[in-house]
C-alpha cells in the first residue's frame, strides 16, 4: 500500500479552461503505481458522506423542480384548466404526450455536450431555459398555446435527467450509486406529493393579477427553478479532480478508487464508444425493462389526482389525497436503494418493487370501493418509483468507460421516456380505468421477464470472462491492453 505521500506524487492535475470538461484523462500520472489510498471502512464512509452533503442537495432540488414542472399539468387539470381551456376528448392526453418526444430525442446530444462541457455550466443552463418555459406557461390561454408550451418544455428539460445520472457516475464507484440514485429519485416521489400541496395553495390565488390559480401555479413554479439555477452556476461541484471541498488525499483517494472501479477504461470523448453504447444489445434490454417501469410510474404521477377524483372525493380532497401514495414511494425508494447497494443486488429489487406494484394495479382493476382502490393507489407507486433508482444502477454500471456509460444512460432514459405518451393515453374510460390499469399491469409484467433475463445474462458474461482470463492468463498487469473495450474488457465484471 503506498502512502499519502506516494501518492500525492504519482498525480498532476490539470487545470480546466472556463467550459472545458476535466475528466481522468487530464491527470498525468507519474508511474504505473494505482495502489489505493489505505483507509479504513470508517474513514471511506466519512469521505463518502462529505461527496454526498456537497453534491445530492443540489441534483435532488434540480429534479424536484424537474417533476414538479413536469407533472403539473395533472394539477392543473384538477384545478379547472380542462375547464377552462375546453379540454375536450383527447385533448389532455395529447398536451401530456407531446413533452415526451422532445424529451426523448434530446438526451442522447445532451449527455455527449455534458462530457465536452463542465457540469456546473450546462444543468444550470438546462434549468434556465426550462424555468423560463415554465414561468410563460401562465400565457397559455388555448388549447394549441399549451401543446407548444408542452412540446419545448420536454426539450428544454431533456438533458436534466440523464444529466444527473450520469454526473452521479462521475463521483461515485458503482457499489455506491444506487443509494445516491435513489435520494435524488425520491424528489420524483416528494414532487408528486409536494405539487399536490403546492396546487392546493395556489389555487387559492385564482383571479390576483387576471390569471387563474393554475396559471399562477406554473408562474411559481417557473421563477423558482430560474432563482435556483443561477445559485447553482457559481457552487455546484464539476469533479473529484477539481472539488476544493476535498482536501488533496481525499481527492487521490476517489480519483483512486473510480479508475480502480472502471478498469482503468478509457474517459476519451472519441465516437468509437457512442457505437459501442448503441450496437450493444444489453442496451436495449435494459431499455425494456425500465420502460416497463416507466408507463406505470408516469401514469399515477399524470393522473392520480383524476383517479382519485373518480373515486368520489373532491376536487381539493384529490390534490390532498395525492399526496400520501407519493410520501410512501419517496421513503421506499430510498430503503431500498440503500439496501440494493449493501446487498449489490439489482436484479432482485426490480423484481420485488415491480410486484408490489403490480398487486396495487390489481386492485384498483378489481376493487370497486375507494379504500381498497385508495390502497392499490399507495402500493403502485411505493412498489414502482424505488425500482427506478435501482434500474439506472444497474445500466449505469453495466456499461464501461465514461462515454459509453453516458451514452447507454441517455439512450435508456430517452428512449424508455416514450412511455411517457403511452402513459398520457391509457387512462380514458372513467371511473374504472380498466384499460389504464390493465396495461399498466402488462408492462409491469415485462419489465419483471426482462430483469430476470437480464441477471441470467450478466452471470453468463461474468461466467464467460473468468473462463477467458484463466485461459489465457489475463491479469491486472494487463488491465491497459482492454481499455478501449469498454464493459467487453475480459476484466470488466
Known sequence: MASNQSLRSNYTVAKPDIMGSLRDDDIELKSDDLSVLPVNPREQARILRKMDWHLLP???????LSFIDRANIGNATVAGMATDLKLTGFKYNIAAAVFFIPYSFAEVPSNII????RPSRWIPSIMVTWGIVM????????????VIARAFLGLTEAGLYPGINYYICLWYPRSERSKRIAIFFSAASVAVAFGGLLAYGIERMNGVGGLYGWQWMFCLEGIVTVLVAIFSFFYMHDYPETANFLTEPER??????????????SSLFDTQFVWQAMKDYKTYVQILIYLGLLVPGYAIALFSPTIINELGYSAANAQLLSVPPFVAGAIATIIVGIHSDKHKLRGPYIIGGALVSLVGYILLYCSVKAGPSYVGVCLAAA??????AVILAWAGSNAGGDLKRGVVLAMVIGISNLGGVCSSFIYIDPPRFHVGHGTNMGFLSLSIIMSIFAMWNYNRLNRKKEAQCLAENIGDDRIHEFKDMGDASPLFR
Open 383 to 388: 412498489g414502482n418509483y424505488p425500482t427506478v
Open 114 to 117: 455534458l462530457k465536452l462541457l
Open 58 to 64: 443540489f441534483v435532488t432540488v434540480f429534479f424536484l
Open 135 to 146: 414561468t410563460l406557461m401562465c400565457l397559455v390561454n388555448s388549447y394549441q398555446s399549451l
Open 252 to 265: 487521490l483517494y476517489i480519483i483512486d478508487v473510480l479508475k480502480h472501479d472502471s478498469n482503468s477504461l
